[in-house]
């Protein structure tokens, strides 16, 4: 998890056992929320519809825990100085197979153009 201001980075482990507020904009934010239980976090959850452009009313309420969100949803929340607010990074991984048909169709096109 980092730190949304960049300032600090701990692994999700270092949150097992605490309650956080969570909010997600995605397409499928139950996903994120239960990735987070399934971490250990104690999770209160607040969904916003995908794509969500965030306001700082969004943040009114008092918060008595940490605010934690995805990655997509903190690029968007950045800008609003946010007190204990943190993000969970994602890495993109591709199946084996889909890497081999993606690495063979590009192999595909450049023997083509080679060809001409």
């Known amino acids: 998890m980092c730190r949304l201001d960049g300032s600090?980075?701990?692994?999700?482990?270092?949150w097992?056992?605490?309650e956080v507020e969570a909010i997600a904009g995605i397409?499928?934010?139950q996903r994120f929320f239960?990735?987070?239980r399934k971490s250990g976090l104690i999770v209160h959850e607040k969904e916003f519809p995908d794509h969500h452009r965030y306001d700082p009313?969004?943040?009114d309420a008092a918060r008595e825990r940490p605010l934690v969100m995805t990655e997509k949803d903190a690029v968007k929340c950045a800008k609003f100085q946010l007190a204990d607010a943190w993000?969970?990074?994602v890495r993109a991984q591709f199946s084996t197979e889909f890497e081999n048909r993606f690495l063979q169709k590009v192999s595909n096109i450049l023997n083509r153009e080679q060809a001409k």
């Not at 600090?8 to 270092?14: A, D, I, L, N």
């Open 57 to 59: 009313a969004d943040f």
């Open 16 to 18: 097992h056992g605490r």
């Open 87 to 89: 993000y969970l990074p």
């Open 27 to 29: 397409g499928n934010p």
């Open 8 to 14: 600090e980075t701990v692994s999700v482990e270092h």
């Open 34 to 36: 239960n990735f987070l």
